[in-house]
C-alpha cells in the first residue's frame, strides 16, 4: 500500500472512531434520543418510517448510553424540515408517533404535554446551542404560550450527531395554541369566526398559500399571510374569506391611524400580546422577528392575538446583517434594503399611538424589574449551560464550528466558553439601551386629544436619523439639533401631512456623540430629546 492511500485510510478510521465508537459509551445529563430509520435516508418530504427509543430517568439524573430504551420506544414518520436552515449538514427534523398501525398517536414526551407531532431543531450556525431554548424560557415567563423543549443527545442510526433540542410543534391543540377546533361546515355566525392559526414567512418550508396585504411597508413590499389551521387546502373558502377581511379591516384601520380604544385598530387586536410579542423580539434583537416565523391565532369572538414566538437562531447578535450584532436601535425599524421580506407596516406606526407606547412602556417597567431582570436572564443561561458541560464538548467534536464562520455569524469564538460570554455581554447592554429607549410615557395621559406623535431612531444612530410623525391634520414642523455645547449643527422646516409621515435627517457630516434635538409646531417648542451618533 502506497503512503498516500495509507493515510486515506487513516483518517477514515479516525473518523469513524470519532464519530460512533467514541461516543458509545457515555453518560449525559440530558435524555438520549435513538432514531433507526434502517439505512434509509431522511428526506424533506415525504416522511420515511423509523423507529424511535429515548433513554431517560428523569429530570436532574444520569443517562446511560448502554441502557436500554426506558422513555419511549415506537414507530416514527420523519422528514428534514426548515428554509434556509437546510443548508446546513446539520439537519433539523420533523416527525410524527406512530402506533402499530401506522396510525397518529400521542405521547408525552420528556413530561411535555402529549401529542402526535415534533420537532427535533439542530442549533448549528447559533454556536450558544440554547438560543431558541432560552427565548422560550423567558417568553413563558411573560404568561402566554411559548413552545416547550428540551434539549437532547441524538443518535441517527448509531451515529451521534450532537445536541439538539426536542420541542412542540406550534400547533392548534388544547396544550399548544389553545383556540377552537374549526369544523368544515363552521360557516357562519359564532361558529366561523375562530379559530385560526395564520403565519408570515417564506413560502419554502411548510405553507405556501395565502394572500398579499393591500398596504406596502417603507420598502414597498407587502407582507405575505399564510394559512395555517386550518392548512391551505383543508381551509372552507368561506372561512379563508372571513379571516382574510379580519386582518384586513385591522390593517385598514392602522393605516388609517384609528387609534380610538373602541373604534380604531385595537378592536380587531389583543394588545397586549403585540407587547409582549414585541418585547421578546426586541430583548433578543431578533433579525428575523416580525417579518419571518411569526405567527398569529385567532379563537372563536376573540381577538387577533399574535404569537407563539418562534425561530431565534439568529437573534442576541448572531447575524453580520442589519446591523444586527448591534446593541443598539430598535428591530421595528431595521432597514434591510432589497430584501423581498421586510417588517409589516403596522409595526411603525403603533409607535405613534400612545395608547399602544404607553402600555409597551408600563409593561416594560413591570418585566425589566421582575421576571426579565437582566440578572434573571444570566442566571436562565447559566443553568442551560450548566447541562451542556460535557455533551458541548461531544457536539464540537462531532460538529467542529468553533473558530469557524457559519453563516451568518457576526462574532466567531475560539471555544465554547467564549460564545457564553459574548452572549451574555451582549445582553447586558441590550438590557441597558432598551430600558433607556423603549418608547413610551407610563405617566402621561394618551386620552388627550390627539394633535401628533413623534418617535426618532435609531437611537444612537450611525448616518441617517428618521423621524416618524403621525398627525391628524398638516402642520410645519421646525426640527433642530444641537450639540451638547449648545451649538445648533442642523435645521429644517418641513410640511406634515395628515397620516404618517417619515422624515430623513442626512447626519454624516456630524461627530460621534450626543445631540439635543427640538421639534417646533410654528414657533412653539413641542418636544425636545436625546440622540446619540455613533
Not at 460564545?419 to 405617566?443: A, V
Amino acid at each position: 500500500m502506497n503512503l498516500k492511500l495509507y493515510f486515506v485510510f487513516l483518517a477514515l478510521f479516525v473518523y469513524a472512531l470519532n464519530g460512533n465508537a467514541q461516543y458509545s459509551n457515555f453518560s449525559s445529563k440530558l435524555p438520549l434520543v435513538y432514531l433507526n430509520t434502517g439505512g434509509e435516508e431522511i428526506r424533506d418530504e415525504p416522511k420515511i418510517q423509523a423507529e424511535m427509543g429515548i433513554i431517560w430517568n428523569g429530570t436532574g439524573e444520569l443517562n446511560q448510553t448502554s441502557s436500554k430504551f426506558n422513555h419511549f420506544q415506537g414507530n416514527i414518520g420523519i422528514e428534514i424540515r426548515g428554509s434556509s436552515s437546510q443548508m446546513f449538514p446539520k439537519k433539523s427534523y420533523g416527525f410524527e408517533l406512530h402506533d402499530e398501525n401506522g396510525e397518529d398517536m400521542d405521547f408525552p414526551l420528556l413530561e411535555m404535554p402529549e401529542e402526535e407531532d415534533w420537532i427535533l431543531y439542530a442549533p448549528y450556525s447559533d454556536k450558544s446551542l440554547i438560543r431558541n431554548v432560552l427565548t422560550f424560557t423567558l417568553a413563558e415567563k411573560l404568561g402566554a404560550y411559548s413552545p416547550r423543549c428540551r434539549l437532547v443527545e441524538l443518535f441517527i442510526n448509531d451515529k451521534y450527531e450532537g445536541i439538539y433540542v426536542l420541542m412542540e410543534k406550534i400547533k392548534r391543540d388544547k396544550n399548544r395554541v389553545d383556540i377552537a377546533k374549526l369544523k368544515p361546515e363552521d360557516l357562519a355566525g359564532e361558529e366561523l369566526t375562530g379559530g385560526y392559526i395564520v403565519k408570515i414567512d417564506k413560502t419554502t418550508g411548510s405553507g405556501g398559500s395565502g394572500w398579499q396585504s393591500d398596504y406596502v411597508n417603507k420598502m414597498q413590499r407587502r407582507t405575505f399571510y399564510q394559512y395555517e389551521y386550518p392548512a391551505a387546502d383543508e381551509i372552507h373558502q368561506t372561512q379563508a374569506d372571513y379571516i382574510r377581511n379580519y386582518i384586513s379591516d385591522f390593517e385598514e384601520a392602522v393605516y388609517k391611524h384609528e387609534f380610538d380604544l373602541e373604534n380604531g385598530y385595537q378592536q380587531y387586536i389583543d394588545i397586549n400580546s403585540f407587547i409582549d410579542y414585541m418585547i421578546i423580539n426586541e430583548l433578543s434583537k431578533n433579525i428575523d422577528g416580525y417579518r419571518l416565523s411569526t405567527f398569529m391565532y385567532k379563537d372563536k369572538n376573540e381577538k387577533l392575538n399574535i404569537g407563539p414566538v418562534w425561530d431565534f437562531n439568529l437573534a442576541y447578535g448572531n447575524a453580520n446583517y442589519g446591523n444586527a450584532w448591534e446593541t443598539f436601535g430598535l428591530e421595528i425599524y431595521v432597514d434591510l434594503g432589497d430584501d423581498q421580506w421586510q417588517n409589516p407596516f403596522w409595526w411603525s406606526v403603533f409607535m405613534g399611538d400612545r395608547n399602544f407606547t404607553k402600555a409597551l412602556r408600563c409593561r416594560w417597567d413591570d418585566v425589566y424589574f421582575d421576571v426579565l431582570a437582566t440578572e434573571q436572564v444570566i442566571n436562565t443561561i447559566d443553568s442551560l449551560v450548566v447541562l451542556l458541560d460535557e455533551p458541548s464538548e461531544r457536539n464540537f467534536a462531532r460538529w467542529p464550528v468553533l473558530g469557524e464562520w457559519i453563516w451568518p455569524n457576526y462574532y466567531v469564538a475560539p471555544d465554547y466558553s467564549s460564545e457564553i460570554t459574548w452572549l451574555k455581554n451582549w445582553i447586558y447592554e441590550r438590557m441597558r439601551y432598551l430600558n433607556l429607549s423603549i418608547p413610551g410615557d407610563c405617566d402621561s395621559d394618551p386620552t388627550q386629544p390627539l394633535d401628533f406623535a413623534l418617535s426618532t431612531f435609531p437611537n444612537p444612530f450611525t448616518h441617517k436619523l428618521t423621524i416618524q410623525v403621525t398627525s391628524d391634520k398638516n402642520l410645519s414642523l421646525g426640527i433642530q439639533l444641537f450639540s451638547v455645547n449648545g451649538n445648533r449643527v442642523h435645521e429644517q422646516r418641513t410640511p406634515v401631512s395628515e397620516g404618517l409621515t417619515t422624515i430623513e435627517i442626512n447626519t454624516a457630516s456630524l461627530q460621534r456623540g450626543l445631540y439635543i434635538y427640538r421639534v417646533l409646531k410654528g414657533e412653539v417648542e413641542v418636544e425636545v430629546g436625546k440622540v446619540v451618533k455613533m
